[in-house]
């Protein structure tokens, strides 16, 4: 059985996002570090101190608040999170549309193609050159266990390619099976696939984020594990 349905719903464009929170903090005094990874967050040595040592390998910074906003790598300076947040390995893919999603026919909505409720594949059109953005759920029983268990890491550095390989099968045969040129063929030079590439997400035991402060250590703030929204 098949079924379709259409809600409201919202879309954003992470880059453009970002691009204008840290515009936004800068404007109002923010000092932007790049390059310059926190190594160890510790309580002022001083016995009625409140202050926090937040130690770089460009210097120490001290500060009365301390915000973590580092999702799935949080555990790294809140050990406690470890067995809590889970880092992850998305994937998403994106293709250059045939003439039949180009132009006045670009997509107006992002849509999901779901079998389940952990196996589904998402699409979304960017309306500035029509790029198609395919992206994949993290479960899916058609794919090898190598494949599956290979998703549990900090290591962004590549894609798997069976994983690709599934996305693009679900684009060619369900999303659009009409989507081949009439009459047989092959479409021209530029369509179709056009580059993949990963993150990492951080999944929570209840598929709940991490947003307030952090247990016992007062000053010190946690917001991380939205479990793949951004990625």
């Given at each position: 059985m098949l079924a379709a349905y259409e809600w409201p719903a919202a879309s954003i464009h992470p880059a453009k996002l970002v691009q204008w929170l840290l515009n936004m903090g800068i404007d109002r005094g923010v000092t932007l570090f790049t390059h310059c990874p926190v190594s160890k967050v510790e309580r002022s040595p001083e016995i009625d101190e409140k202050e926090w040592h937040v130690h770089t390998p460009r210097g120490t910074v001290t500060a009365l608040t301390v915000i973590h906003c580092t999702n799935a790598y949080a555990s790294l300076l809140l050990p406690q999170l470890e067995s809590h947040l889970t880092p992850n390995r998305a994937?998403?893919?994106?293709?250059?549309?045939?003439?039949?999603?180009?132009?006045?026919?670009?997509?107006?909505?992002?849509?999901?193609?779901?079998?389940?409720?952990k196996h589904f594949y998402s699409l979304i059109q960017r309306h500035g050159?029509?790029?198609?953005?395919?992206?994949?759920?993290?479960?899916?029983?058609?794919?090898?266990?190598?494949?599956?268990?290979?998703?549990?890491?900090?290591?962004?550095?590549?894609?798997?390619?069976?994983?690709?390989?599934?996305?693009?099968?679900?684009?060619?045969?369900?999303?659009?099976?009409?989507?081949e040129p009439a009459g047989g063929g092959t479409r021209i030079h530029g369509e179709g696939f056009d580059h993949a590439w990963t993150g990492i997400i951080g999944m929570t035991d209840d598929s709940v984020p991490f947003v307030g402060p952090a247990e016992g250590l007062d000053g010190q703030w946690i917001c991380a594990g939205f479990c793949g929204h951004g990625m």
């Open positions: 994937q998403a893919h994106s293709l250059i549309p045939p003439p039949e999603l180009s132009g006045s026919k670009t997509l107006t909505s992002t849509f999901s193609l779901r079998y389940g409720l050159d029509g790029t198609l953005i395919l992206g994949v759920s993290r479960t899916n029983p058609t794919l090898s266990m190598e494949a599956l268990s290979g998703t549990v890491t900090f290591d962004d550095g590549r894609y798997n390619e069976e994983i690709l390989e599934d996305a693009l099968k679900q684009w060619k045969v369900l999303l659009f099976p009409g989507e």
